[in-house]
């Protein structure tokens, strides 16, 4: 059992929500979602943190079964193969590249937020109200979703008066064909 610290936008979808494979191989068993207060974990304000450990939920026949199968398909002894992909994924995920990929993804998994990126994409720059028209949310809302794409360093806004105009990143334009 191993416990990860995840720091994503408010009102983020949760790492597995809705997703039956993700579900069927780890069953998150804590998560705790708190607002900057000045405490010791010292999480970024305007970010929630959630703190949620997986559950192996391996038998240890099926580790046994599993390191057989690789043994055959590597050559790896049946008892290092399991530990040195396990060690492999643990290593990845703790890469800073890997949060900030992570936080990037759950950033466009939001089909108002990729809408938003394609038109920026197209467009170059658009004003928050005409974001609010293509997409026909309210005005607090386009504030919302596009507040979001900012903290994970997809778009950039610049304030004119009154008005709030988008625009992509370099970042951004790469995620999108």
Known sequence: MGARRVVLPPQ????????????ATRRVCGIRR?????????CPPKVTCIMFCSVDMMTAANVVALGQRLHKLTG???AECVPRYRTMAASLGREPAFGKALGRFVAVADRRRLLALAMLKRKGELCACEIQAALGVSHPAVSHQMGILVRAGLVERDRRGKWIHYRLTSDGADILP
């Open 34 to 42: 708190h607002s900057w207060r000045g405490h010791a974990n010292s």
């Open 12 to 23: 983020a979808p949760l790492p597995g929500e809705g997703t039956g494979a993700a579900q």
């Open 76 to 78: 790896v002894p049946d």
